[in-house]
């Protein structure tokens, strides 16, 4: 496989990222996958998916959002809208650059809410596999966090930097997401650890619910936490679900696994 570094601006702001091509030539939906909130693209397990999925034929994107990793932005201005914005233009940069009219995308936890928001409402997103996908945005922040963020602007988290627009629109946005959900028409799988620790299976099963979506399935990872290495076997399992799903809408999205 080859590895192709990528820049593309929001403004005066820049984004990094990279995409794997084959080594042969490159079949269907080019696949990106999104980095949970104060982390990056190097996020577990994202590069043994991109590299796992490069080695079936298939173009694999990952980028750090704004705020994080390498990108530009400041950390405290990291926040639901923007990682929509930024998604946005990774997706017009990936469909010029390859060709191709539509991306699928592998969320993983909170970038899960920015990807449905954003399919609800663009057809160039042909499916979408959620890992770990929250339901309950509201209970990432307490009153006293929200009134702290208030006051000082900012919070910091396991090491991260989150500002006030982030904390408020985890706080806001719990109907504009489910509305969201209710649009989402294409195929979509969610995948959630069967002892996730940060999400639950009531939450993984309140989302496949909601969804709108007729070709929609729920898989739970035995003897899995969030990050789906709890077991050795916790990552051949993902691999494999997301391998069926991708089979299973082959012929919506040009796929063959």
Known sequence: MIIKPFIVNVGKERIFGIY???????????????HGSGDN???????????????????????????????DGKEENYSLSSQIEDLEVVIDFITRRTRKRSVGIIAKSISCVPTFMLASKRENISFIVALGAPYNLQKY????????????????????????????????FQEKYREALKKIKIPTLIINGEKDEKVSLDE?????????????????????????????MNLKDVEQAILSFMNEVKELCSLSV
């Open 204 to 232: 993984a099963k309140a989302i496949f619910s909601t969804l709108g979506s007729e070709q929609k399935r729920l898989e739970i990872i035995k003897n899995s936490d969030h990050s789906f290495k709890l077991d050795e």
């Open 20 to 34: 794997l091509v084959p080594s042969k030539r490159a079949r269907g939906t080019p696949l990106i996958l999104t």
């Open 41 to 71: 693209s190097n996020q577990y397990p994202l590069v043994h998916l991109s590299k796992f999925l490069a080695k079936r034929g298939y173009i694999a994107v990952r980028f750090d959002f704004r705020g994080c990793g390498n990108s």
């Open 141 to 172: 922040w307490s009153k006293e966090e929200l009134e702290e963020v208030k006051r000082k602007g900012y919070i910091f988290y396991r090491g991260f930097k989150y500002g006030w627009k982030y904390a408020w629109e985890m706080s806001n």
